[in-house]
């Protein structure tokens, strides 16, 4: 069975980190780009930030800019979103998705062929 599980999720103060983990069962990431979001309550699901196979990455939020980086390590088969400098506007659902290979160049989610559950983000002020 596919699957995309997400953790590292939680409560953290404004000013805070997290790292979030997507990590792969059933299939190998080496051929897919991962693509983070997120979803905040009573809001649109927003994408953040997507890493193609190759290991380039795609911003698709200003608001994260010089705050969330992407990365991956394949022989772990998982990705990571490095979340620093929290604010109260990042308290979100963050779910990550696969795609194969390329990043699309706008956020497109149904682009994206496989969804994780999501972990829970909240920001305290």
């Known amino acids: 069975q596919l699957q995309l599980v997400e953790s590292g999720g939680g409560l953290v103060q404004a000013g805070g980190s997290l790292r979030l983990s997507c990590a792969a069962s059933?299939?190998?990431?080496?051929?897919?780009?991962i693509g983070w979001f997120r979803q905040a309550p009573g809001k649109e699901r927003e994408g953040v930030l997507c890493?193609?196979?190759?290991?380039?990455?795609?911003n698709y939020a200003d608001s994260v800019k010089g705050r969330f980086t992407i990365s991956r390590d394949n022989a772990k088969n998982t990705v990571y979103l490095q979340m620093n400098s929290l604010e109260p506007e990042d308290t979100a659902v963050y779910s990550c998705?696969?795609?194969?290979?390329?990043?699309?160049?706008?956020?497109?989610?149904?682009?994206?062929?496989?969804w994780g559950q999501g972990t829970r983000v909240t920001v305290s002020s």
């Open positions: 998705a696969a795609v194969m290979y390329y990043c699309p160049a706008y956020v497109a989610p149904s682009e994206f062929d496989y």
């Open positions: 059933g299939f190998t990431l080496d051929y897919y780009a």
């Open positions: 890493i193609s196979s190759g290991g380039d990455s795609t």
